[in-house]
Structures are given as C-alpha cells and as structure tokens.
C-alpha cells in the first residue's frame, strides 16, 4: 500500500511511519516546508492540493496539527482550530475529488482528540457518547466534520481519538519527568480528575491497524484502564524512587493558564477504547505502572 502521511515528522508519526515501513508499505510525507521534503514528499501549505498529486496514494493519514499545550490567547486558539479544521477540509475535498476521478485514494485516517467528550467527571465514555462543552470539544467536533467530504464520495474515513500518550521522547510525560525526578512534582488539582493514557507505540499500532482493515468512523485511542491524575501521580513517582507531595492547586494552574488548564489538567475523561477492543486490537500497555516502567528502562 502507498501511504501519504502529514505529521510525519511528528511523535506519533514518526513511529507509525516505522512501524509501515516495517510492514512493507510506501511511506511518504506530506509537508509545508520545502527545507524537508524529501523526493516523492508531497508539498502543500500556500497552494491548494491538486488531485494529481495525491491520487497515486492508497491511502492518507492525517496527523498534522498546531500543538496545543501552550498558553491559549485568542491568536493561539485561532491557529490551534485553523490548523486541524481548515487542514482536515483541504485534504479531505482533495482526496474526494481524486478518489471520484481515479478511486484512489480510497481512506483518509484523521487525527483527533479525547478532548471531544468535554470534561465528563467518571463517567466512562465510549464513541458511543455525544461531543462534551469547551473550546476543545467544539475543535474535534469540527475537526471531524470537516472530513466529511471524503466520506461523503465514498472514501472509508476513520477519526482516531487520542488520549494522552506517553513517551520519553516527547508529549507530555516528556514534560513531566524533570520535575518528578527532582522530588518537586504531585497531584493538578484534586487530583481526583480521570487522565485516560496510552502508550506511543500502542497509538501508532492503532493507526495501522485502522489502515490495514476495513474500519471505519470514530475510534478512542486509550488503554482500557484510565486513572486518576493522583494515581498517575503516584505510579510515576514510585517508579522513577521520588516523593510527589508538592501538588498544584487547582487556583494557581487557572492562574497561570487559564482556559487551557481547565481544560487540559484538571478535565477529567475516563475514556474506554470500546471500538478497538471490539475489532480485536490488543493492546501491548494496558496498565499504566508496567508501562511506565518498560519507558523508563
């Protein structure tokens, strides 16, 4: 299968391209910067995409994004939507017009968030349940939508609703972990608010098997046991041997960022991957200390 990807430099897309290429398809990326192209990439950014260039593909896997954890000012908001929405319809009406002229490609496998479901309390939330409140929720629901085109000329599309995902390498347990080796980390909050995770491999192993079989629609990209935000507190430090008794306050996070901290550390989403487990994926990571552990070595 030739595979177009946007992300791909990204932390999750750098290993689903791997983890393709390892299972003998052709990888190539879809890029805005010239500087990084490499030959058979495919530019877009200042012009739109031309069916040409994407009908030769498969399939496309859609990852790009403005990252989101940053201080979320009206100009930052407007960049974090513009960036998933107004990209996500560009390449879904190109890949619609391709696919009715040539039949290629014929899936589009979008990038979206656990941030759909809004702040839900312990509520377990499946695909199942309607889009929560907040600027998140309204992002993913149009997020979504704008795949539409695609699926309406008849390309399989597929939403993957990421939770949190945990590396070393990047994200936020990247972010993380200096504080928590140096004794200075504990609970956002309560800490009584549901943090649902997923490790990096597992999430890149999801997208390929949505683009290996026929799967389509939304699908939360979560290991099946969510925690707490004081239980991932807790685990971290007593897998990295530190204390975590210097805990944030709920005021001082809105204090220093707002909007993004409501919605960011002290949402509380316990979300199960009730499509996935349905379809046969298995999950490499399913309980949080194990996981932890096999990162940090």
Known sequence: MKVLISGASGLIGREIVTLLTG????????????????????????????????????????????????????????????????????????????FLQSGKPHALI????????????????????????GFLAEVCRDWERAAQPAASAG??????????VLDTKGGALAKMLPAFRLGVAGNLGSGHQWWSWISLRDAARAYVFVLENDVSGALNLASPTAVTNAEFTRTLGRVLHRPTLLGIPAFALRAVAGEMAEEMFLASQRVLPKRLLELGFRFEDVELEPALRKLLG
């Open 155 to 164: 390309l399989r599309v597929a939403y993957m609703r990421t939770s949190l």
């Open 110 to 133: 979008c990038s979206s968030a656990i941030g759909y479901y809004g702040s839900r309390g312990g509520e377990e939330l499946t695909e199942a349940n309607e889009p929560g409140n």
């Open 23 to 98: 299972n003998g398809h052709e990888v190539r990326a879809l890029v805005r910067d010239p500087s990084k192209a490499h030959r058979g990439d495919v530019l877009w950014g200042a012009n739109p995409l031309e069916v040409a260039q994407i009908a030769e593909f498969d399939a496309i896997l859609h990852l790009a994004g403005r990252p989101v954890a940053t201080l979320w000012t009206e100009k930052a908001k407007a960049e974090i939507r513009d960036s998933r929405v107004e990209g996500t319809g560009a390449i879904a009406r190109a890949a619609a017009q391709a």
